[in-house]
């Protein structure tokens, strides 16, 4: 499979795109930054340099020519409100759109746990507009003509993998989710296309990834 990763220098991008050179699929890694390159490139991926935040939708199409799946891993990182709606939500879309254009059907996109109307903090939040931002792709990728699957990990951290996942955690305990795991989920759901359709939440837990993919909540 050709997959095309977008936020290819994140913690959980590098994991995910080095699960899946090393089982023989071509990866492009799209990056911000060329001096993340040479650390991209170390996990058997190809990078490609395209500043998703400015790009136009046409430009992205482009990026995705050839590919057969597309992962959404990017993130603008908190700290700035317009940057946020600008990569988190509008980029975001406009990747969508790309694919689409590309005919690059397959798409998954790594969202968070909390990710609804239900949770979403007030507005004077400092957390609102990464959420506000978040649940509006995750509609806009439900509404498309994607085989979209989201992911809705917990709290990240960099714990080791263990391949073990709670498909239906309780957002007010503990929601620790590696990001090692959240690669593992990625991979899993590229390949099951019963995640098709689907928003998978989870942390991490005692079920087996690939059952939690396959199985939902």
Sequence with gaps: MK????GGHG????????QLAKRGDTVISVIRNPDHAADVSATGATPLVLDVENATTAEMAEAFQGAEAIVWSAGAGG???DRTYA????AAIRSMNAAEITGAKRYVMVS??????????ALDDPFYPYMAAKIAADEHLRA????????GPGALTL???????????????DTSTSRANTALAIVAALDEPASIGRTINFSDGDVPVAQVVAAGN
Excluded at 3 to 6: A, Q, S
Excluded at 11 to 18: D, T
């Design 3 to 6: 997959v095309t990763i977008i």
């Design 79 to 81: 700290g700035n409100p």
């Design 144 to 151: 498309s003509a994607l085989d979209y699957t989201i992911l």
């Design 112 to 121: 968070f746990l909390t990710a609804d109307t239900e949770h979403l903090v």
């Design 159 to 173: 714990a080791e993998p263990t391949g073990l996942l709670n498909p239906m955690p309780d957002p007010a305990s």
């Design 11 to 18: 913690k959980v991008a590098l994991l995910a795109a080095a």
């Design 87 to 90: 990569v988190d939500r509008d």
